[in-house]
């Protein structure tokens, strides 16, 4: 049989006190060995639950936001080596008020991050409640529910004065060592008392002891010795006040196997002490230094600044507004964002940034380029990059980078606008099949628009929404002669901003005809001249004619006589066309004669 001198045995309890149990966010361990709990230090966590989403507000803007999920991760348990915790709870008269409140919510948020959800299916972690004052009570059974232990815990204490209001160091410890575990299992054993021990077990009330004070250390004793007949179990002793600090810590550096002192004699240490407890009993790995950098498309902008021209970014830490948040970063090109979370380990909560967009108008003609109502990118894929820190025995390990994350691009839905042109010819068709018109975008050329026969003289154009209102209209640079030109429809109409919108325009050709001047409609008569007298051949006509063979002179006999007679024809019909005139005239006279005398 080995025997172990005092150092022997203080190295025996440290290292029992350092074999802990590595305990899951879900309340999973993990040990080596078969009653023997050591930490983990091989944790590791996939990458973090992240994501980025681009939505659609009603006046057209858009708000891209990026969460990331803090998370735990602890080792696997194996079945071999549950944990059983005894929390031992001081309702002597001495703990009434805040001091038994604060203990009590300590003491329960302890068990609720040990125990739960996940836990309560497997039965992993159990945990039990021994109060006491002048007497102890097992308070509970083996429960995987936190509230089970809450309530366990119960009101503040229920006695006045120090008969059943004392301190049983003895009896309480008693209790604890005698809670079974049934299992092969680590045990941990929770102290936490005020005061001095005024009672121990023995005597003829089943205590001994004044209930005021330890004068001769034998309350004391018999603690310290029901404390060593607790086995391989580990003792955390925990002062709630400042007159108990002293005892408590004594306790737990002379009891075999030694245990661990920790101060809470107020709130604020009293917390710390069951964080610490819980980081003792833990082998957890945790986010940290976590980085979000993503970059802005050419199609998006900011759609608010602060007073230096800074965009506004919200920042929200488990739902709920995050005022001291680390502010993002935009570099100098005005698009890249980066979002330090800095070194401190992310809680098990989603930490979200948001900032709103709109659209540029780079994107409303990269949408009236395609022709329709377009989806384009927002950004690029977003990158979160992070370390993991592990804690072992609740000493941090140094941070491993974990792979990045990577997010898909958000979008952007951009609409278009139409204008649709129309020409009307009235009076004649074209001589041609195709004319061409401008249209213009707030009075400046923006497109020739080919209008033809075989379209039936209709065409719409596709156009830009904008960032700002625009003024659509159409001129005809030329009309074809004979033609007048009209514009008519939603000629100038102003588009609002960032919205689809159109318009129906008619350029209508009305044709004219060259007007004929009308006859002056002259009455007045005019007198025939008298046909002119034949004059007597001049001397060169007689030479002539006297040259003349004679059947040149028959023929020129000849055609003398055919004048003769056509200038006597037409001499007759002007003389007849003056008597018809000369008629009419005089029925003329009469029938106005006739039409005064009426």
Known sequence: MTVLNRTGLRAAAKAAIAAVVSVATFGTLAVAGAGTAVADDNLSLPQPESSKNVTRNDDGTYTMTFGVTGKTAQSSITKTAPTDIVLVVDKSNSMKGDRFTTAKNAATGLAKKLLTADNAKSGVVR?????????????????????????????????????????????????????????????????????????????????????????????????????????????????????????????????????????????????????????????????????????????????????????????????????????????????????????AELDTVEYQLSVKLKPTQGAYDQAAKNGKESTLPSNDAATVNYDVVTKVNGQAGKPQHGTPVTLKPGTITVPVSQVTITKVWVGKDPSSDSITVKLLKDGKDYQDVELTKADNWTKT??????????????????????????????????????????????????????????????????????????????????????????????????????????????????????????????????????????
């Open 127 to 343: 945990m039990s409640v021994v109060t006491f004052d002048t007497y102890a009570q097992a308070a509970s059974d083996w429960t995987t529910s936190a509230s089970a232990v809450s309530g366990a815990i119960g009101s503040q204490p229920g006695y006045w004065d120090n008969t059943r209001g004392g301190t049983n160091w003895d009896d309480a410890i008693e209790k604890a060592n005698a809670k079974p575990t049934g299992r092969d299992s680590t045990k941990y054993i929770v102290f936490l008392s005020d005061g001095l021990p005024t009672y121990r077990n023995g005597g003829r009330n089943g205590i001994s002891g004044n209930g005021q004070d330890d004068r001769n250390g034998q309350n004391y004793a018999a603690a310290l010795a029901e404390a060593n007949k607790r086995g391989n179990a580990v003792l955390y002793s925990v002062s709630a006040a400042g007159e108990a600090n002293a005892n408590m810590k004594k306790l737990a550096e002379e009891t075999t196997p030694q245990g661990t002192y920790f101060d809470g004699s107020n709130t604020a240490k009293l917390n710390a002490a069951f964080d610490s407890i819980y980081d003792k009993i833990t082998s957890t790995a945790a986010y940290s230094n976590v980085v979000v950098s993503d970059k802005l498309s050419d199609y998006v902008t900011f759609a608010e600044t602060n007073a230096d021209g800074t965009p506004v970014f919200t920042a929200t830490k488990g739902g709920k507004a995050w005022a001291d948040a680390p502010q993002p970063k935009v570099a100098a090109d005005g698009k890249t964002i980066t979002w330090n979370l800095g070194s």
């Open 461 to 598: 154009v596709i156009v830009p929404a904008g960032t700002d209102s625009y003024t659509w209209s159409v001129a005809e640079p030329t009309v074809d002669a004979g033609y007048t030109a009209a514009i008519a429809g939603d000629n100038n109409k102003k588009f609002a901003a960032g919205t689809a919108d159109n318009a129906k325009i008619t350029v209508t050709n009305t044709y004219k005809a060259k007007p004929v001047k009308p006859d002056d409609g002259n009455k007045s008569e005019t007198k025939p001249s008298e046909p002119a007298k034949p004059s007597a051949p001049s001397t060169t006509e007689q030479k002539t004619q006297k040259t003349q063979t004679p059947a040149k002179q028959q023929a020129k006999k000849t055609q003398s006589e055919q004048l003769s007679r056509t200038g006597a024809a037409i001499t007759g019909v002007a003389i007849a066309g003056l008597v018809v005139l000369a008629a009419g005239g005089a029925l003329l006279v009469a029938r106005r004669r006739e039409i005064n005398s009426i």
